[in-house]
């Protein structure tokens, strides 16, 4: 069997979501889930809190560590491992779950048992699986660093590592055929291809059946030109040919057989035909998922190098910033800074960036409180040229004002 192995990223918001799917609370739209066999799901992780809080106390303690943890930070890797129905009956339920609990080993030591937060295992669907969420920390540092746990390097590694992994526990287990760089895909679209795989299958199987009872109902039809060959003599009457009556019996007899067997044979080339127009049909839509994954696969590279490059943006930033304040409390001794020169400085930044008054009372605000940022620690010509700046724009505000009120000339 090949490893079915799926993995998705996920930010604090997205926990609660899988937390839903997994304990089956809220509403239930999968029509492969059949309820009276829930009691039978069960966890490898012992833990009395729920998955949302297991997550959230756990990167709590890693933010206190030293991770830099965010709003959009990736703190969680939903994983769905699956074994296939038919692998799971000539397993037995036994060996099935003697593979997930080896799946499980594998990812405790990758990503430490403490990051490990829950291994739900799923008997209440078509095919067996396992919901398996651990928080991606780095195993050089310690800290939660989704980008350096989880690379493409790493998702190879899983791809290579863990079907030997089984392999040694005496599990018949390969690596995948699919992609090599990349396992990020909807969980949703990963069950519903997995679900149209079994469902080919099905058709192959259904559709080979038919072709052998076409064969077999073939084969008496053979009989009939057995009747060709045999030799007849001819009658002095009209030169009829004359038969015995057992054998006109047996090719009235084999005629009507005939006739059913052909009907018959022509109702299963028609549904055989019906079989392959489905097959084709699914394969097409197998195809179009495909590619509707692909193109997934693009967006998410590009808005993981827009995010990645967004990130080392602001890390650059507050580096800067850590630096000027460094320097404002070392070298000019700038322990603190009264309200009213702190609203005045963020103007001039302002200023200097191009920004402008967009009408008279915004103008008269601005003036305001730049004057109040006199006798600060604000260089005074500085301030004085951005007065004079705003100063002109509100007269320039003051003279349309007037001419308004004039109204046009006669």
């Known amino acids: 069997m090949e490893l079915a192995w799926n993995a998705q990223k996920n930010q604090m918001s997205d926990v609660k979501g899988k937390e839903m799917e997994q304990e089956r609370k809220g509403k239930i739209s999968n029509e492969d889930i059949d309820l009276d066999k829930t009691k039978d799901n069960y966890d490898l992780v012992d833990s009395d809190e729920n998955l949302y809080n297991q997550v959230k106390n756990r990167v709590a303690a890693l933010k206190e560590s030293g991770s830099r943890v965010q709003k959009n930070s990736v703190v969680m890797y939903s994983n769905i491992l699956t074994v296939s129905a038919e692998q799971a009956e000539i397993w037995g339920e036994e060996k099935t779950d003697d593979y997930f609990k080896?799946?499980?080993?594998?990812?405790?030591?990758?990503?430490?048992?403490?990051?490990?937060?829950?291994?739900?295992?799923?008997?209440?669907?078509?095919a067996p699986h396992m919901h398996l969420h651990f928080i991606p920390v780095n195993k050089e540092n310690g800290k939660l660093q989704a980008r350096i746990s989880m690379n493409k390097a790493k998702i190879n590694y899983i791809h290579d590592e863990l079907p030997k992994y089984l392999q040694e526990r005496d599990f018949e287990v390969e690596r995948g055929a699919g992609?090599?760089?990349?396992?990020?895909?909807?969980?949703?679209?990963?069950?519903?291809?997995?679900?149209?795989?079994?469902?080919?299958?099905?058709?192959?199987?259904?559709?080979?059946?038919?072709?052998?009872?076409?064969?077999?109902?073939?084969m008496p039809l053979l009989d009939l030109s057995e009747i060709d060959k045999r030799k007849h003599e001819k009658g002095f009457i009209n030169k009829r040919i004359e038969l015995s009556v057992d054998d006109f019996q047996n090719l009235s007899k084999m005629g009507l057989e005939n006739i059913k067997l052909r009907k018959n044979h022509n109702q299963l080339y028609n549904e055989k035909e019906e079989y392959k127009a489905e097959f084709n049909n699914l394969g097409k839509y197998k195809k179009k998922l495909e590619n509707k994954i692909k193109e997934l696969d693009q967006e998410i590279d590009n808005r993981e190098n827009k995010i990645n490059k967004m990130e080392d943006d602001m890390s650059l930033e507050t580096k800067r910033k850590i630096v000027y304040m460094d320097m404002l409390k070392n070298d000019f001794k700038v322990n603190s800074m009264s309200e009213n020169e702190f609203e005045a400085r963020l103007l001039l930044r302002d200023i200097d960036d191009g920004e402008?008054?967009?009408?008279?009372?915004?103008?008269?605000?601005?003036?305001?409180?730049?004057?109040?940022?006199?006798?600060?620690?604000?260089?005074?010509t500085r301030l004085e040229k951005a007065i004079e700046k705003i100063q002109e724009m509100l007269e320039r505000f003051m003279e349309k004002v007037i001419k308004r009120s004039r109204g046009p000339r006669r």
Do not use: M
Not at 185 to 212: A, G, P, R, S
Not at 362 to 367: F, V
């Open 102 to 126: 080896a799946c499980y080993d594998f990812f405790s030591e990758e990503f430490g048992r403490q990051n490990v937060v829950s291994a739900k295992i799923h008997k209440d669907e078509t």
């Open 179 to 218: 992609k090599k760089e990349k396992n990020i895909e909807d969980i949703h679209e990963y069950k519903e291809i997995q679900k149209l795989k079994e469902e080919v299958q099905k058709q192959k199987k259904e559709l080979n059946k038919e072709l052998d009872e076409i064969k077999i109902a073939k």
């Open 356 to 380: 402008k008054p967009r009408n008279k009372k915004q103008a008269q605000s601005w003036k305001e409180t730049l004057e109040k940022g006199r006798g600060t620690q604000i260089e005074p």
